[in-house]
């Protein structure tokens, strides 16, 4: 399979059907990487850049915001 796909009962199933933040992913529990709007955690999970700042809509795992909703911009990793 390739890297966004897990092998699952000899079948590639989307990582991203097992979680829909996900990218990549080493099992059916753990990410290795997250989609747009969601970062990659300590934990190997995918939580919404808008945990970061409500306003968040891009992030890094640093966690840091790198986009904005409209009206906002980064500043520090965040939204101001």
Same mark, same amino acid.
Do not use: K, M, R
């Given at each position: 399979?390739?890297?966004?796909?897990?092998?699952?009962?000899?079948?590639?199933?989307? !990582?991203?059907?097992? @979680?829909?933040?996900?990218?990549?992913?080493? @099992?059916?529990?753990? #990410?290795? /990487?997250? @989609?747009?709007?969601?970062?990659? $955690?300590?934990? @190997?999970?995918? %939580? %919404? !850049?808008?945990?970061?700042?409500? $306003?968040?809509?891009? !992030?890094?795992?640093? %966690? #840091?915001?790198?986009?904005?909703?409209?009206?906002?911009?980064? /500043?520090?990793?965040? !939204? #101001?």
């Amino acid at each position: 399979c390739i890297s966004t796909y897990l092998v699952v009962s000899d079948t590639c199933t989307l !990582c991203s059907t097992y @979680n829909t933040a996900w990218n990549e992913c080493v @099992n059916t529990t753990y #990410a290795t /990487s997250c @989609n747009s709007g969601y970062y990659l $955690n300590s934990s @190997n999970l995918c %939580p %919404p !850049c808008s945990t970061i700042h409500a $306003n968040c809509t891009t !992030c890094t795992a640093t %966690p #840091a915001c790198t986009a904005c909703n409209s009206y906002y911009f980064v /500043s520090s990793g965040t !939204c #101001a």
